[in-house]
């Protein structure tokens, strides 16, 4: 099994930063990619962004694309996501996942091992 905790969260400005990380524990070794998801209330879970471990190839998707950016620390079992020039649309729990594909997957069912969730709350 693999363990995921997300931190990070919280509440910010419209036009500010935050960063979300993504600890991963157990059988880490089994993990080739990893994702940021996020459900805005209403509304279904959806791809932020992805890498794949070993070759840190990435994914974002267009609503994010020049503001977010995924990354890993090998050493520490971490992805983390940081999110850039946030905006209200972008408030949201966000989800780290993981899983053992060795091709970036967009799509939740692509992954193996979901973490609870952090909150996201960019106020206007």
């Known amino acids: 099994q693999v363990q995921l905790v997300e931190s990070g969260g919280g509440l910010v400005q419209a036009g500010g930063s935050l960063r979300l990380s993504c600890a991963a524990s157990g059988r880490t070794f089994i993990n080739h990619v990893m994702g940021w998801f996020r459900q805005a209330p209403g509304k279904e879970r959806d791809i932020v962004a992805a890498?794949?471990?070993?070759?840190?190839?990435?994914y974002y998707a267009d609503s994010v694309k020049g503001r977010f950016t995924i990354s890993r620390d090998k050493a520490k079992n971490t992805v983390y996501l940081q999110m850039n020039s946030l905006n209200p649309e972008d408030t949201a729990v966000y989800y780290c996942?993981?899983?053992?594909?060795?091709?970036?997957?967009?799509?939740?069912?692509?992954?193996?091992?979901w973490g609870q969730g952090t909150q996201v709350t960019v106020s206007s």
């Open positions: 996942a993981a899983g053992t594909s060795y091709y970036l997957r967009t799509r939740d069912d692509g992954y193996d091992y």
């Open positions: 890498i794949t471990l070993s070759d840190n190839n990435t």
